[in-house]
């Protein structure tokens, strides 16, 4: 595997259901990202961890939750969605925090229903 | 609050019609400019970054240029493999844990 892979590239859930998405990256970076992407709309970035320590947090609702336990390694814990909730999530990696480039992943399409 | 404004939303041109895509921004310090190409379904691909006003990058048929408040991304003779969503985003000193993007450029090379 290289670069920055996401599974699973689709889900469908049901507003009481709980589920995770996960982000592997494989270029020896130290921070990664979570964004979410709806149609017609600037990515909103959600969450930013640095050294596996969660660093930024957007005013993001308690219904996502992420875990990262390892620079290589981040999920996205999903629960009671609401259907606003349905878009692309995705996974963004780069060296370190601040103005690096950062790579994304090819995403997670969620369809809230 | 840093702003990114990229401009048309949408663009058709015929292959081998020359164009610009414009990124005008506001922030508070830039530390650097992104430039990413994103297909439909797929994430976005990094492209270029620019650091200071006056400075250029190339890649193949696209030049990216920047100023103290615009960016372009200039498409010379494109193909219809260079049809996707141009991304422009920002880091600045008032921000720099963050990129901020803009909405993107749909532009569509017809054959």
């Known amino acids: 595997e290289t670069g920055v892979t996401q599974t699973p590239r689709h889900l469908v859930m049901g507003m009481t259901n709980k589920k995770s998405l996960k982000c592997e990256q494989h270029l020896g970076h130290n921070a990664m990202y979570w964004y979410k992407q709806s149609a017609k709309k600037p990515l909103e970035l959600m969450f930013v961890y640095n050294f596996k320590e969660q660093t930024e947090n957007n005013s993001v609702p308690s219904r996502f939750s992420p875990e990262c336990p390892n620079s290589s390694h981040l999920f996205l814990h999903l629960h009671t969605l609401q259907p606003e909730d349905s878009a692309l999530y995705l996974c963004?990696?780069?060296?370190?925090?601040?103005?690096?480039?950062?790579?994304f992943g090819p995403g997670t399409r969620l369809t809230v229903t | 609050e840093d702003q990114v404004t990229q401009s048309p939303e949408a663009l058709r041109l015929q292959e081998g019609e020359s164009s610009s895509l414009n990124c005008s921004y506001t922030v508070s310090g830039l530390r650097g400019l992104f430039w990413y190409r994103q297909d439909p379904g797929k994430g976005p691909e990094f492209l270029f970054t620019l650091y200071s006003a006056g400075e250029e990058k190339e890649k193949e048929r696209l030049k990216a240029t920047l100023t103290k408040k615009e960016s372009f991304l200039h498409i010379t003779a494109p193909k219809p493999e260079d049809s996707a969503t141009y991304l422009c985003?920002?880091?600045?000193?008032?921000?720099?844990?963050?990129?901020?993007f803009g909405s993107g450029t749909q532009l569509t090379v017809l054959p």
């Open positions: 985003a920002v880091s600045s000193s008032g921000s720099a844990r963050q990129l901020t």
């Open positions: 963004a990696s780069s060296q370190t925090t601040g103005f690096d480039e950062q790579y």
